[in-house]
């Protein structure tokens, strides 16, 4: 064999050799692409689901608005006696527990004659609502509707309006605004407004909150601008919930 076979063989080895090595390994003078990063976004939490886990920025109007459930029943449950503060991770039941009672152990000495008594829970009587009074609800906006409440197949829990970027949304009632953020899957920028404790508003997807949480606003206010946030078109979209079940607005608002 020459000695440039030789060579030649020696130096396809020692290439073998190194590619062998740097298998798992591999480098290249072209920049890899960085991965892309994955946003994971919880799910909101099912209507008719036995509990909910509190998140930052929630309160007992905004879980009641999101779950369907009267706040009043969710304090209760609770145990969450006024101010109402909740914290994030705390996780609430929104169901009354399904546990049959433990059974009464029996008494050997009890007779016939002589049955146990049992004293029934004191009843809680609640004031009834205030009722609001007729004509005391004005249109949320001037635009025309284009979408109405629908409670079929298809659930529509509101009405929707039309509008230019910028327009004003008004207050429909007056009361106190419980809830001003993003945090409410496909609401977008969205403002609800405490009547009394039956009546909450909605007002969704707007392009600017104009005011805050905690803050009185009278009916006919100006207190959010129309936008498209959360939805793919320019539009208000108007709710009203009664014990926190949504409501035709259409029954509530006066005939234009």
Sequence with gaps: MSTGNIKSRSLIGLLAIAVAGCSTHYYSDVPEPTPSKVT????PPMVGAANYTVRPGDSLYKISFVTGQDWREIARLNNIKSPYVIHPGQVLTLKPSAQPAPKAKSNPSATASKPPTVKAPP??????PTPIKAGAWVWPSKGALISR???GSKPHKG???????????????????????NGVRGYGNLLIVKHNATYL??????????????????AGQKIAEFGDSGT????????IRQNGNP?????????R
């Design 40 to 43: 994971v976004v919880s799910k």
């Design 123 to 128: 009843k809680t009587t609640e004031p009834p």
């Design 149 to 151: 409440f629908s409670a």
């Design 159 to 181: 009405i929707d309006l039309a509008g230019s970027a910028g327009d004003p949304v008004y207050a429909a009632n007056s009361g106190t605004v419980v809830y001003a953020g």
């Design 201 to 218: 508003s909605a007002y969704a997807h707007n392009s600017r909150l104009l005011v805050g949480e905690g803050q009185a606003v009278t």
């Design 232 to 239: 793919d078109r320019v539009k208000l979209h108007f709710e």
């Design 247 to 255: 409501v035709d607005p259409l029954r509530v608002l006066p005939r």
